[in-house]
């Protein structure tokens, strides 16, 4: 599992309820039984347990596995290399064991606040063997060049004949990839909770030892429902960028009957944080949309149609962005069709295909992208994959057997093609080959028009990000619906879409926050 996707499946725990809190007692007790198992089976007899911690939430797991392994009648020591714990969670069942006092259980904690102090600490001098030693230092938590001091304990955790057991990723490897840049503790076992971290799945095995699974009691949907967790992908602006580096997208639509479209999606993808957004558009459409907002750098092209004759136009404004959405306002024309399947074949950036460009672009023609978005609602999923009979997204229900027959059917039609795939409905479903996520944010006050088109601005601006097409997808509905439910608290039924697109901005920061 990426780090980032169990940081977020985490987060989202929380929104059902289920605390971050609980989640780290839990892993604490599993850490603690797997360590008793190791114990039993290595050793016939309770040893000491020497339990080295960080300053993030391994280091908390620890702290709660320390209580667990008391009670089993363990003599446990934990070695603090920082004192300034980040992880709330984790500084609270610290607290708890401050409290322990008098002490009546077999506890020590030193910490170990200088190179001095490392090099005379037990283990480091011990040449006995019958102990267990638990790396709850990094973890995921690893960014660049190991400190001094990490750096020697690693080195003094490697170099002592106790056991070794690593919690989640061996402190020092990159969880991602598996890679070691610096150095890294070298396990017996690494035990991971929920799922293997993807770099040490990845890893030789003498890099990892033996791999041990843990379940926590994180359900199902706390994966599979978008939520503010899935936030955390945003990355963190550099407060050096400049002018284009966060995001710069084109939005090619209208028609001289539709020029609102083009110009929400493009409010739409301000809101969700892009830097520069052009719309090419047809000269009556453009000069709407250059009155709608100053913010939008609006291509005029000639006539009143989107035709192939401005294909060499839109393809130079292509080069200069990182994202493109087709589609919105533009209409239903021959000549039309024509551009749009140009389009895709031959720009090679991210591309989020809505409204007529779902009605328009051959699915041949996209079906082997994983950089592509479609956006559409059941009609155009129907007409867009060719599905003849009744479909109905409906999936609000507490029957395991229903949805689950509901969203295989989705994906059957979907696996056809590598791209993502919001089918927009009551409750969002997001699909891209065997992966899915559920949306539930939003409301009914959204049927108004214009609320589709600000879906695939943001999921456009999102993706001229850097996020994935997935990843883009699954917030992008997530973001939107947000919004729609901030401009229905405010105005009820009887908001718009620009009233939606003027709450982007607000609600992200807010679940930045």
């Not at 001095?116 to 006995?128: L, M, Q, T, W």
């Not at 293997?196 to 926590?216: C, F, H, P, S």
């Amino acid at each position: 599992m990426d780090p980032i996707d169990m940081m977020v499946t985490d987060y989202n725990c929380e929104y059902l309820g289920l605390s971050r809190l609980c989640l780290m007692e839990s892993a604490g007790k599993s850490l603690a039984e797997e360590v008793g198992k190791i114990a039993v089976y290595s050793f016939s007899k309770p040893v000491k347990v020497v339990i080295f911690t960080g300053s993030g939430g391994n280091g908390g797991d620890g702290f709660v596995a320390a209580r667990y392994l008391l009670n089993r009648g363990y003599d446990v020591d934990i070695y603090m290399l920082k004192e300034n714990i980040r992880s709330g969670d984790a500084k609270t069942n610290f607290e708890i064991l401050k409290n322990m006092k008098p002490r009546l259980s077999h506890l020590k904690i030193y910490n170990l606040k200088t190179l001095e102090d490392i090099n005379s600490c037990e283990v480091a001098k011990s040449d006995n063997s019958e102990f267990i030693i638990v790396d709850g230092l990094l973890g995921t938590g690893i960014d660049g060049k190991l400190q001094t001091n990490i750096r020697r304990a690693i080195e003094v955790i490697n170099e002592s004949d106790g056991l070794k057991i690593s919690v989640d990723v061996p402190s020092g490897m990159d969880p991602l990839t598996g890679e070691v840049n610096d150095l890294a503790v070298v396990p017996d076992y690494t035990i991971s909770f929920h799922k293997i971290k993807t770099g040490v799945r990845n890893a030789d095995e003498e890099d990892v030892g033996g791999l041990v699974t843990a379940d926590i009691g994180i359900p199902f949907e706390a994966e599979y429902f978008v939520n503010y967790g899935d936030f955390l992908r945003l990355r963190n602006r550099n407060p050096k960028s400049h002018k284009g580096n966060n995001g710069r997208l084109l939005v090619v639509g209208g028609s001289k009957d539709y020029s609102g479209a083009p110009a929400i999606a493009g409010m739409a993808a301000i809101g969700a944080g892009a830097d520069l957004v052009y719309v090419a558009s047809p000269q009556n459409a453009a000069e709407a949309i250059k009155s709608t907002s100053p913010d939008l750098i609006v291509k005029s092209l000639e006539g009143d149609k989107l035709s192939l004759n401005h294909a060499d136009e839109i393809l130079e404004l292509a080069e200069n962005v990182d994202a493109v959405l087709i589609g919105p306002g533009a209409g239903m024309d021959s000549e039309t069709s024509k551009l749009f399947n140009v389009l895709v074949t031959k720009i090679k950036k991210p591309i989020v295909l809505d409204a007529d460009a779902l009605k328009q672009v051959e699915l041949s023609l996209i079906k082997n992208r994983h950089d592509i978005i479609l956006t559409p609602h059941i009609f155009e999923f129907k007409s867009f994959f060719n599905v003849e009979g009744d479909l109905k997204l409906d999936i609000d229900s507490f029957d395991f057997k229903k949805v689950d027959e509901n969203i295989t059917q989705f994906q059957q039609i979907t696996r056809i093609i590598k791209a993502s795939v919001v089918v927009k409905g009551e409750y969002d479903l997001i699909l891209s080959g065997t992966r899915f996520k559920i949306n539930k944010s939003g409301n009914a006050g959204m049927t108004v028009g214009g609320t589709g088109d600000a879906l695939a601005g943001i999921c456009t601006s999102l993706l001229s990000q850097g996020l994935s097409s997935f990843d883009s997808s699954a917030l992008g509905a997530f973001i939107n619906g947000l919004a729609g439910d901030k401009a229905f608290e405010v105005k009820g039924n009887g908001f718009s879409a620009t009233d939606l697109v003027s709450y982007i901005g607000s609600v992200i920061k807010d679940g930045l926050c």
